[in-house]
């Protein structure tokens, strides 16, 4: 009898041979984001009143920035993840490509801006 997890069971399997790892790089960030989201809003939720120079000082400690850069970059990814899902679901051929090229660049650029306005906040 073999063990196997579920991942390794089904690895390799379907037309792309990727559905699998596509599917646990969602569950991952989703359980990431489960313990991230409320870390954010009780970091940001502080900061939320203050003025901007108490509100660069609060963002120049590293937990902060670590905590939003980390939702950011995860959330993002998660939803590139979920949108690429979408419109392979539910989209045509060369519209498909198009929409899943799009909402990809949309989201590294997102990531970049965030992480460019992180650190300029930071330092």
């Known amino acids: 009898m073999r063990y196997l997890t579920d991942y390794k069971r089904v ?5 792309a041979h990727s559905g699998a790892h596509h599917y646990w790089n969602t569950q991952v960030s989703s359980a990431a984001l489960v313990i991230l ?5 009780f970091t940001f939720g502080h900061a939320l009143g203050m003025e901007y120079a108490d509100a660069v000082e609060y963002y120049s400690r590293p937990l902060p920035v670590l905590i939003a850069a980390l939702t950011m970059i995860v959330g993002l990814i998660h939803f590139k993840n979920g949108a690429q899902v979408m419109f392979e679901d539910y989209t045509k051929a060369k519209v498909r490509i198009s ?5 990809t660049a ?5 990531i970049g801006l965030v992480l460019f306005a992180l650190v300029k906040l930071a330092l």
């Open 37 to 41: 989201v409320p870390l954010f809003i």
């Open 106 to 110: 949309f989201s590294y650029v997102c």
């Open 11 to 15: 690895h390799g399997h379907g037309s």
């Open 99 to 103: 929409l899943i090229l799009l909402s």
